[in-house]
């Protein structure tokens, strides 16, 4: 089992190690896969925007610079030949496209491999809780200082997205500050030294956090607020209860009442 140096938040070392997680921290450290990654990652830095014109796209060199014979010169069909001055180039290179994408399980494998050799190192620390208040370079310079890597090259990594840690760091050279999850491989071995938010490892959130503001005592739960269409049904709802219920009339009667009296037949003329 691989053990981390264990820090409290102030920078205090405790006294036992900080064991790591056996599922993803197996002490493999696959050097192929961790050569691959990285290129693959210069590659992908690369914008391949270098260009070089060959000799069909130089402009001039049209006429033939002399005459075939007669001059006691070597012959030459045109003045933007490789060899001339200002000629075209031969085989220069052309825009291209460096993409290299890896599978996604050979980055992780990558990672693991990246991760595992820092922790064989004795290069993996391990700290309670990386929370400021707000940006301090100071602060962070101070807690690193505890740690002892101050003067190494140092990647933070933080159990969540923390903006003041982020902001930080970002007047020191030398340190680099990144969410756990968007560490790559590259960025890992790029360090000499790794400090990890215990958090990150464990999949636990910090106890306290210092950017909320400290109340006395909580607050009551604020009571939903119902939506229009809800509060005008239940005002009809309550309407139409609230109406006296009208006695029914009798079909029958109601039906002889509207019915119209039947006329006479008119009487036949000359009947018998």
Do not use: C
């Not at 290129?39 to 260009?51: D, I, K, S, V, Y």
């Not at 796209?57 to 200002?86: D, E, F, L």
């Not at 560490?183 to 210092?210: C, K, R």
Request: aromatic share 6%; proline share 7%.
């Amino acid at each position: 089992m691989l053990e981390a140096a264990h820090y409290s938040a102030a920078g205090a070392k405790h006294k036992s190690a900080f064991a790591l997680p056996k599922d993803y921290f197996d002490g493999d450290v696959n050097e192929p896969v961790l050569h691959t990654a990285v290129r693959a990652f210069l590659n992908n830095q690369r914008q391949g925007t270098a260009a070089t014109k060959t000799r069909s796209y130089v402009s001039g060199g049209n006429q033939k610079p002399w005459k075939q014979k007669g001059t006691g010169r070597a012959r030459q069909g045109s003045s933007r030949a490789p060899h001339w001055r200002g000629g075209g180039v031969v085989f220069g290179p052309s825009p291209r496209d460096y993409t290299t994408d890896l599978p996604r399980k050979v980055k992780q494998l990558a990672r693991r491999s990246a991760l595992n050799a820092r922790a064989r190192e004795g290069a993996l620390h391990v700290v309670e809780s990386i929370a400021f208040a707000a940006p301090k370079t100071s602060q962070l310079v101070e807690l690193l200082t505890k740690l002892g890597v101050a003067e190494s090259k140092v990647l933070v990594l933080t159990a969540t997205h923390r903006p003041a840690v982020w902001l930080s760091s970002r007047n020191l050279p030398r340190v680099d500050v990144l969410p756990y999850s968007d560490a790559s491989a590259y960025d890992i071995l790029w360090a000499d030294q790794v400090v990890v938010e215990e958090p990150a490892l464990t999949g636990t959130e910090a106890t306290a956090n210092p950017t909320a503001p400290v109340a006395e005592g909580k607050a009551a739960p604020k009571a939903k607020k119902a939506s229009p269409a809800k509060v005008k049904a239940k005002a009809k709802a309550e309407k139409k209860a609230a109406k006296p219920k009208a006695e029914k009339k009798a079909p029958k009667a109601k039906a002889a009442a509207k019915k119209p009296a039947k006329k006479a037949a008119p009487k036949k003329k000359g009947g018998k």
